[in-house]
C-alpha cells in the first residue's frame, strides 16, 4: 500500500507593505506605521500635551511611546499635532492636555478645531505632580516631555470635537 500525500499550493499571504512616498512623512508617522505593520491592527492613537512656556509633546501608538519631544511655540506644536493625526490611523484619536496653563492649553484646543478637519476626542487632564522637582533637571526640555508622558497616561473629562467643517 502507497501512501501518497497531496501537495496544496502556497498560500499567498498578503502583507502590507511600505512605499517610497512613505518616507517622505514625518519620523514619527513613519515609527507609527512601522509598529501597525508589526501588529496588524488600529488602536488609540494618544498624544498627551504639556502647555508652557516649552510645550512638551508624548506620543503613543499601540501603547508604545513613539515620540518624546517639546516645541516653543503653539503653532509649531499644532502644526506638529496634525501631521501625525492625519499620518496615522487609529481606532480613537485622544489628545490629553494639561489644565497647568489654560490659556495655552484653549489656544491649542482652539487652532487644531480650525486647522484639523477631522474629529477627535480631548481630555483636559490634572496635571498636578507631573513635573520633578529636580534642580537642573528640565535641560533640552526633559521636564516637559517626562510631564507629557505623564498626562497622556491620566484620564480626564473626555470631549469629543468635531470639526467646523462639519459643525459650520
Known amino acids: 500500500m502507497v501512501l501518497t500525500t497531496r501537495r496544496e499550493a502556497p498560500i499567498e499571504c498578503k502583507k502590507p507593505m511600505l512605499h517610497e512616498d512613505t518616507f517622505e512623512q514625518h519620523p514619527t ?76 492649553a484653549k489656544e491649542i484646543v482652539t487652532m487644531l478645531n480650525l486647522r484639523f478637519c477631522s474629529s477627535f476626542e480631548l481630555e483636559f487632564v490634572d496635571e498636578s505632580k507631573t513635573s520633578l522637582k529636580i534642580k537642573n533637571f528640565n535641560q533640552r526640555g526633559k521636564r516637559d516631555m517626562l510631564s507629557a508622558k505623564y498626562i497622556s497616561q491620566r484620564e480626564g473629562y473626555r470631549h469629543f470635537v468635531l470639526p467646523l467643517s462639519m459643525t459650520g
Open 29 to 104: 508617522v513613519i515609527r507609527g506605521l512601522i509598529q501597525k505593520l508589526s501588529l496588524g491592527y488600529e488602536q488609540d492613537l494618544i498624544i498627551g500635551v504639556d502647555p508652557g512656556q516649552r510645550i512638551g509633546l508624548s506620543i503613543f501608538y499601540f501603547g508604545r511611546e513613539i515620540e518624546s519631544s517639546f516645541n516653543s511655540s503653539v503653532e509649531d506644536s499644532v502644526l506638529h499635532i496634525i501631521r501625525v493625526l492625519g499620518g496615522l490611523r487609529a481606532k480613537r484619536k485622544i489628545i490629553k492636555i494639561g489644565n497647568g496653563n489654560m490659556n495655552i
